[in-house]
């Protein structure tokens, strides 16, 4: 398949794909999926506790953290919720409850949790900076700062950008080592279209705290759209390294090589988006190329022929339908 026949596919949805980095645009119908990481006061990973999620409906649930730290609670209802940590055996700390608002737009909401020494929580401020710093209160994130990033989250579902950066730089200003804050401003350009400003802000998010899987993800979507795409693959595949069960991430890292012609890794991973989520629907595109990349043609037709079974009222099925039966017709099959 030449480069234009690569380009063409590739671009289908393209845009549409990236909605809002915290909460991929795949199926809207289902429960909503509540993941992140646990990390101990010294950043490393808080491997083996327990992460509840309760409401006020009554729901509530609980797992184990993974050997990242990593925890995911899927078909939460939508509603509003709390994350709470049980922390390890035979220590002190702690950590505030996490607000979950899950009937916001999207289908998965993410949030990491600090534990924290009550030794340092207690650490006195001078009275005359309201600056604190992660060393010093070991992400005690003011409220005001919190509240700013709630406004600013508000704005962005609103698509009033300028006003979510406002109170993005608010909390940013009250607490300069916000990394989440960084990254939600990331988001906010994306949404806005400004992709190099986008990227910038990912990049500081990660230089606070290099393991932000949201930052990573969207510094690989930045640099991807912006055709960057060696860039991008060391970005997200560390995104997928702390978090190999988000489709997105997968998805993104699959187009990426695909763009460099790296056939097996672009198949790995999309089919990998494919069996955590089955609604992915465009994954069956980008897997009709990494196949035809192989010179397996019958496959590369199959996959054509899923996504168009699925999204039948897709604006370029009589294209894809015409590529499905020129792929069918090569002579070169698996």
């Known amino acids: 398949m030449g480069h234009s026949s690569l380009n063409s596919i590739r671009l289908v949805g393209m845009t549409t794909l990236f909605l809002v980095m915290s909460t991929p ?22 491997v083996q506790v327990t992460v509840n999620i309760s409401g006020q409906n009554g729901f509530a649930s609980s797992t184990v953290t993974d050997g990242r730290g990593g925890f995911r609670f899927d078909g939460i209802p939508r509603s509003m919720f709390r994350l709470t940590v049980s922390p390890p055996s035979n220590t002190r700390y702690y950590a505030d409850s996490i607000s979950v608002d899950t009937s916001r737009e999207g289908d998965s909401f993410m949030a990491d949790i600090f534990l924290r020494n009550p ?45 979510a950066l406002g109170e993005l730089d608010k909390a940013i200003g009250i607490y300069p080592e916000y990394f989440q804050a960084f990254t939600e401003k990331g988001i906010v350009q994306i949404n806005a279209g400004r992709l190099k400003e986008a990227l910038q802000d990912f990049g500081k998010a990660i230089e606070i705290f290099p393991q932000h899987e949201p930052a990573l993800s969207g510094a690989g979507y930045c640099l991807l759209s912006l055709g960057n795409y060696e860039e991008s693959i060391a ?31 672009a198949q790995e991973v999309l089919e990998q988006a494919l069996k955590l989520d089955a609604g992915a ?54």
């Open 235 to 265: 970005f997200l595949e560390k995104a997928v390294q702390l978090n190999a069960n988000h489709p997105k991430n997968l998805l993104f890292l699959g187009i990426a090589n695909l763009a460099l012609s790296r056939w097996q890794r």
């Open 281 to 334: 629907v465009s994954a069956h595109l980008y897997l009709a190329d990494a196949f035809a990349g192989q010179h397996l043609y019958s496959r590369a037709a199959d996959e054509l022929h899923t996504y168009l079974e699925k999204n039948p009222e897709a604006p370029n099925a009589d294209r894809l339908l015409q590529r499905e039966k020129y792929l069918r017709s090569q002579k070169l099959q698996p």
């Open 25 to 46: 645009a795949y199926c809207q119908v289902r429960g909503i999926a509540v993941y992140g990481r646990v990390f101990l006061p010294d950043s490393q990973p808080a």
């Open 119 to 163: 030794l340092e929580a207690n650490v006195k401020r001078s009275k005359s900076s309201q600056v604190v710093s992660v060393r010093e209160a070991n992400q005690q994130i003011p409220k005001d700062a919190r509240k700013a990033l709630g406004k600013a989250q508000r704005y962005r579902d609103q698509k009033k950008f300028d006003a």
